[in-house]
């Protein structure tokens, strides 16, 4: 179980008023002078700031982990303009004193300081031995059962691996499938207790109507296991994709306090993670790149530019899918970075995306419905068809999920579908006026991934106006990876002092 640090500003000591639960701390200080010593997952304000204490609670304290109590906001005079400023920024919560104790009890521990997301292989998967049908391994994406599952409800696959639930956590379980509408599936979960012999804790069963949202799961007194299987009746065809399971946040977000999840109707999830910074442009869109630990990337990264940042990312295949899917799905991201443009009131000139490797696609692909200021990436992969296709030769074993995209995408992994799959990005990028935008790209002179991204720019950066900036660096795609990241930080920063007149330091 999880420590949560919470800091509490105030004259009362709420040690002295309100029980904590064993895994909770609470430092209190009734004047703030310097920045504390340790990160805080909560703040309380239980009196008003002084201007002191705001540029510092600014600094330190994390989006969506600022309450401020009806000793504030209830007073006569209201809060004070900078104290509106920073609840704006931090996206703070009213919390009334008499909720506080409820919330210590049983919200607190969803503050927890580190996330974490898996994804099942697909060869974790155990196909049930009494299924006589006929079964198709679709590469690395998913299993396909064709054919009588009977008509109770039996076992069709589980997963081989059991899932750790720590004590007093919880978890978000999701399950990606499709299948006939003469086939019901049932998901059902066995808890046993970690140190005992087949000693079980819990069980439970959701039908389709329940797996129509995450399954939350809730952790007992003892470290347990959880067992996860598929059961399903009827004829025709099921397709299993993946079981993705998550700390939970319960209902204050996903993977950070404040992540929002949207899904589209083939169940494929996308992840945004919203900081409102300082309120002043631009908006930094940073594209999460290949990860297998599912959540979000560059979070202390985009925090150092000082400015409002979003951070996107999607659990699909291994480590991601490109950010690429049907019209619905690609439309999740651009609704979520016009949704905080229009937030903060921003025009596309002030607005940034960027990448690195796998976010280089999103953030090159997106910025066509954006037409951002700046476009900033390292190590670009534009011709995804490519990079799948030099898997073969080029980079046998390298990174055989560039296979799968191709796959999914297109339904072969022949040549016409590499040139489908090229065709996908290029036609797009053609179709945009670049005469207001630049971009910056860092890249490797001997990327064994897509060999000719950034001549491939070059040529297709057509527009009257648009700037280009190129930095080459030897190796292949993955050779040197520290080199493009300081790469790509030091032009950000330059970017923003220079664009946009914020102090920044190299």
């Known amino acids: ?98 909720d506080v104790q409820d919330f210590l009890r049983q919200e607190a521990g969803y503050y927890y300081p580190q996330p974490y997301g898996e994804k099942f292989a697909l060869q974790d998967i155990e196909i049930a031995h009494g299924f006589s049908g006929k079964i198709r391994w679709n590469g690395n994406y998913s299993v396909t059962l064709e054919g009588d599952f009977g008509k109770d409800f039996r076992q069709a696959v589980c997963w081989r691996y059991n899932i750790l639930l720590p004590r007093g956590q919880s978890l978000d379980l999701w399950i990606e499938y499709r299948k006939n509408k003469n086939v019901n599936i049932i998901i059902r979960i066995v808890s046993y207790v970690r140190r005992g012999i087949a000693q079980i804790s819990n069980q439970w069963e959701f039908n389709e109507e329940d797996l129509e949202n995450v399954i939350q799961i809730q952790g007992g007194e003892t470290d347990d296991v959880l067992f996860v299987s598929l059961s399903a009746r009827g004829q025709g065809a099921l397709e299993v994709i993946a079981l993705h399971s998550r700390y939970s946040r319960g209902k204050h977000g996903y993977f950070l306090p404040g992540g929002e999840r949207y899904v589209s109707s083939e169940r494929e999830e996308a992840f945004c993670y919203f900081d409102p ?24 990264m985009m925090k150092g530019m000082e400015s409002p940042f979003l951070l996107l990312s999607e659990p699909r295949l291994e480590g991601g899918g490109f950010y690429m899917g049907t019209p619905e799905y690609e439309r999740l991201f651009v609704d979520m970075i016009k949704k905080y443009m229009k937030e903060l009131g921003f025009n596309s000139e002030q607005v940034i995306l960027s990448g690195l490797s796998m976010g280089t696609f ?49 339904g072969s992994l022949d040549e ?31 990327d064994d991934y897509d060999t000719n991204a950034y001549h491939m720019l070059l040529s297709h950066l057509k527009s009257e106006g648009v700037q280009i900036f190129g930095k080459g660096i030897h190796g292949r795609h ?29």
């Open 277 to 300: 910074g300082d309120l002043k442009p631009p908006l930094n869109v940073y594209f999460s790149g290949y990860k297998t630990k599912e959540g979000f990337e560059g979070y202390y």
């Open 478 to 506: 993955n050779d040197n990876t520290n080199a493009i990241v300081n790469w790509f930080v030091t032009q950000y920063k330059k970017t923003l002092r220079e664009d946009f007149g914020r102090k920044l330091e190299d």
């Open 1 to 98: 179980m999880a420590e949560i640090c919470i800091l509490q500003l105030g004259k009362e000591n709420w040690n002295k008023l309100y029980q904590l639960p064993s895994n909770v701390r609470l430092d209190h200080v009734e004047c703030l002078t310097k920045p504390p010593e340790k990160p805080y997952d909560i703040c309380f304000l239980d009196r008003e700031p002084l201007e002191k204490e705001i540029e510092i609670l600014h600094r330190e304290i994390k989006a969506y982990t600022l309450f401020i109590t009806d000793k504030i906001y209830e007073r006569d005079t209201g809060l004070t303009d900078r104290t509106k400023w920073l609840c704006k920024c931090k996206k703070a919560k009213c919390i009334p004193s008499e």
């Open 416 to 446: 016409s579908a590499v040139e489908k799959l090229n065709k996908k990005f290029w036609v797009k990028f053609d179709a945009a006026d670049w005469g207001n935008s630049k971009f910056i790209v860092s890249y490797m002179l001997e």
């Open 362 to 410: 999103g953030a090159m692909y997106y910025a066509c419905d954006i037409r951002p200021h700046a476009v900033i990436v390292g190590k670009p992969l534009a011709s995804i068809g490519n990079v799948a296709a030099n898997e073969k030769y080029l980079r046998p074993g390298g990174f055989p999920t560039a296979l799968d995209v191709l796959c999914h995408q297109c």
